[in-house]
């Protein structure tokens, strides 16, 4: 098992609410991703944060936003959730610095039911 | 924007028998992931291939990146009933900064005992 952790596992939401999905990285990893798994898809990216700053973005519209703290800890805000954010979010950790790619260590996902 | 595509989106297999997912991109990678998601859970790291025309082995696994850099392929040699899941390639594009990565729509494979 990796060490990044992710709370809550499962989250029933209502269309139209907000939602704040928490990550704890692996230690020693400054840089986080989070990624959006629809059933029977492959993750896609939202967006990565390396000491605290935004390092990138994928095709997801401004109500997706995130945070990076000190500790580099993350979360991921969805505000006005439609039906079609019902995903596992997964976020990824890696010790990433000077342009070199390393493994994404995943956590065990979010869960969320948009109904 | 950068596109990876894997083939096929299924696989069932006897146990015993070899398993092969074929995975192609778009655009020139500057490397690529190999990760496996078992039913359930998240996806877990298996390889990173980096090099034009590399060939690495895992016991079982042989992945190969293709020469121009665009295609990758993981060979299963007689699959065992713990292959059983979704593999995963994913790229990471020369134009793109971090890890971020681009993954493919996955291989699901089955395997009958």
């Known amino acids: 098992e990796t060490g990044v952790t992710q709370s809550p596992t499962h989250l029933i939401k209502t269309r139209g609410q907000q939602v704040t999905l928490r990550c704890s990285s692996q230690?020693?990893?400054?840089?986080v991703s989070w990624y959006q798994q629809a059933l029977g898809q492959g993750p896609q990216f939202i967006f990565q944060y390396y000491r605290e700053e935004e390092n990138g973005r994928g095709n997801f519209p401004p109500r997706f936003s995130g945070l990076q703290f000190p500790n580099y800890s993350s979360e991921l805000n969805v505000n006005a959730l439609e039906l079609d954010d019902s995903a596992l979010y997964l976020c990824?950790?890696?010790?990433?610095?000077?342009?070199?790619?390393?493994?994404?260590?995943f956590g065990p996902g979010t869960r969320l039911t948009v109904t | 924007g950068q596109q990876v595509m894997q083939i096929p989106q299924y696989q069932h297999v006897q146990e015993g028998e070899d398993f092969t997912t074929y995975c192609n991109s778009s655009?020139?990678?500057?490397?690529i992931q190999w990760y496996k998601q078992r039913p359930g859970g998240h996806p877990v790291f298996l390889i990173q291939l980096v090099k034009s025309g590399e060939v690495k082995k895992q016991k079982r696994l042989t992945f190969q990146f293709g020469e121009a850099k665009k295609n990758s392929s993981l060979h299963i040699t007689a699959t065992q009933t713990t292959d059983v899941g979704t593999y995963f390639c994913a790229g990471t594009g020369w134009e793109t900064s971090g890890s971020r990565l681009t993954f493919g729509e996955g291989t699901q494979l089955t395997v009958n005992p």
């Open positions: 230690s020693g990893h400054n840089t």
């Open positions: 990824a950790s890696s010790p990433d610095g000077g342009g070199v790619i390393y493994e994404q260590y």
């Open positions: 655009t020139t990678l500057s490397n």
